[in-house]
């Protein structure tokens, strides 16, 4: 079976990472494994994607600022679909298909990028990016993707 109980440790491992991180996306990339899998939490509940795909995109969203766990203290305003279609398996093997909308469209559009090797400084405005301070950064609770 494509989806085995090494892909479930993997899942929790990540979970765990993100958790620890105050994040609220990771991508297998980040963590040093080149597979087509990520964990996000928009705020309700943990969630698993394996080779999911983005498709049938519309709106555009510019709010809130982008981080990356894997870039610390940086910032940037990026634009995104306001709303996508996936399709994906869950960590079971489940084929699961369905519709994304604001933050959690966001951040699975964040998520697919680091399975494509693009990092949000790719795509963000440029004139927008920035590094919160070392105060910022301490006092920063606001999830980051
Ligand atoms: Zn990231």
């Not at 996508?84 to 079971?92: F, K």
């Amino acid at each position: 079976k494509f989806v085995d109980s090494a892909i479930r440790a993997l899942v929790a491992e990540m979970a765990d990472i993100m958790y620890a991180a105050h994040g609220v996306g990771l991508a297998a990339p980040q963590v040093g494994r080149s597979l087509r899998l990520l964990v996000y939490d928009a705020g309700g509940g943990l969630q698993a994607l394996i080779n999911p795909q983005v498709s049938k995109e519309k709106g555009e969203q510019y709010e809130p600022e982008e981080g990356c766990l894997s870039i610390p203290g940086l910032r940037g305003v990026v634009r995104r679909p306001s709303q996508i279609y996936v399709h994906a398996l869950t960590a079971n093997g489940h084929p699961v298909r369905f519709k994304a909308r604001d933050f959690e469209a966001r951040i699975i559009c964040h998520e697919v990028d680091h399975l494509n090797g693009i990092l949000f400084t790719d795509r963000a405005d440029p004139k927008t990016l920035h590094m919160l301070t070392p105060e910022e950064q301490a006092a920063e609770r606001e999830p980051t993707p």
